[in-house]
């Protein structure tokens, strides 16, 4: 089984005005991110937050490539803001690419559903990211929620898993939020059913007391915080829960509107729905 130090190279290809419906194949040895989200309006990711990325990298000596094309030899990290001859290109020729290469694609396209929250912050549309290992061996889908800065944060987690702290600015509310994909990738490790391992642990219920009524969101033994979108009637809202221990359960409180006596509130999230109904007493 290998192991995230044994990746040599990181190809990651942004390909976000490319639909993933308009590729004429994947693959079968990809997994697919189906909870990618774009980068949103506004936030500069060619121009300043790969070249800021590039600048910690290279003080870290690892050699790091900014391409608008692919170019004829990889560095330790290969970042390619690319087109669709690019990306099909790449995915047609996996088997060509040097040994221990990870290849992540950004796609637009899919049908991720919205994260944000009611005081302001959001994720970018849905998109698709496609990843491969050398060692991936036969599809799989993952419901991880990443964007961008996840590819920033997988960097980081390979620098760290080879000896080399590297570490650039993202928010905190986005590292909750945004997975680093390490749990999406395939190294080869024996797994059944098509999915991916998710690493949330969400739980949702609902008290009712003096005629009102709250819902309890947890996510206790998760290892990172899950967005959850909240329906009861009166428009839908989202949430981030952030993980907690089993030992010492966090919970977030929300009111719930009540109708005539009854509430009805959804919770859905990564692989995760709660459909509660009730009457007051």
């Known amino acids: 089984m290998a192991a995230l130090k044994d ?43 790969w070249p800021g990325f590039a600048v910690v990298l290279r003080e870290a000596d690892i050699t790091v490539h900014l391409r608008a094309s692919m170019p004829d030899t990889l560095g330790d990290v290969t970042v390619v803001e690319a087109g669709r001859d690019t990306v099909e290109a790449v995915l047609g020729g996996l088997d060509r690419l040097p040994p221990a290469t990870l290849v992540a694609v950004a796609l637009g396209g899919g049908d991720a559903p919205p994260v944000a929250e009611t005081w302001g912050a959001a994720l970018g549309g849905p998109g698709v990211l496609l990843l491969h290992t050398p060692w991936t061996e036969r599809a799989w889908v993952s419901d991880e929620v990443c964007d961008h800065t996840s590819l920033i944060q997988l960097c980081e987690r390979w620098a760290a898993s080879r000896g080399t702290d590297v570490r650039y600015w993202i928010s905190e509310w986005r590292r909750h939020v945004c997975g680093d994909l390490v749990d999406a990738l395939d190294l080869g490790e024996p797994a059944d059913g098509p999915d991916r391992p998710l690493p949330y642990s969400p739980s949702a219920d609902v008290e009712v007391a003096d005629g009102l009524v709250t819902l309890r969101l947890a996510n206790a033994g998760g290892t990172r915080g899950i967005h959850l979108r909240i329906d009861d009637g009166t428009g839908p809202t989202g949430t981030t829960v952030p993980a907690s221990s089993l030992a010492r359960p966090r919970a977030v409180t929300l009111p719930v509107a009540v109708r005539d006596g009854r509430y009805d509130v959804s919770v859905t999230g990564p692989g995760f729905t709660r459909h509660l109904t009730g009457r007051l007493p």
């Open 7 to 49: 990746v040599e190279h990181l190809l990651l290809l942004v390909a976000e005005d490319v639909l993933v419906e308009d590729l004429t194949a994947v693959p079968e040895q990809v997994t697919t991110c189906r909870r990618y989200h774009l980068t949103p309006a506004g936030e500069d990711r060619a121009e300043r937050v």
